[in-house]
Nanobody, 127 residues
């Protein structure tokens, strides 16, 4: 069973930046063993896909709201993924979750494809 721990959420003013981190551990976690995704859930709304990176790190996918502002990356040696958030707006306020999937991630995955999730980290954008 894998465990994921997220870091890096907080409060930021509109236009600001944050970098979220997600470290995976557990007996099934190895370099190249999982693709990683980031999702977010705003109050009263459904959890939505933000970004995904393949097992190798070579392939990425972004939602329309993330494209051009957010960047997903990973450090394979340390089983850690990152989500750089730039140009944040109040509507980006949400709890951000990372998740991993044993699937390769060379095609865009659905939330059901991810079998381990972090606890979430709050991102609040306001002036």
């Amino acid at each position: 069973q894998a465990q994921l721990v997220e870091y890096g959420g907080g409060w930021v003013q509109p236009g600001g930046s944050l970098k979220l981190s997600c470290t995976a551990s557990g007996s099934t976690v190895r370099p190249y063993s999982h693709s990683m995704g980031w999702f977010r859930q705003a109050p009263g709304k459904e959890r939505k896909f933000i970004a995904q990176i393949s097992r190798s790190g070579a392939r990425t996918y972004y939602s329309d709201v993330a494209q051009g502002r957010f960047t997903i990356s990973r450090d394979l040696a340390n089983n850690t993924g990152y989500l750089q958030l730039n140009g944040l707006m109040p509507e980006d306020t949400a709890v951000y979750y990372c998740a991993i999937s044993p699937r390769g991630g060379t095609v865009q995955l659905s939330a059901v494809d991810f079998d381990a999730w972090g606890q979430g980290t709050q991102v609040t954008v306001s002036s």
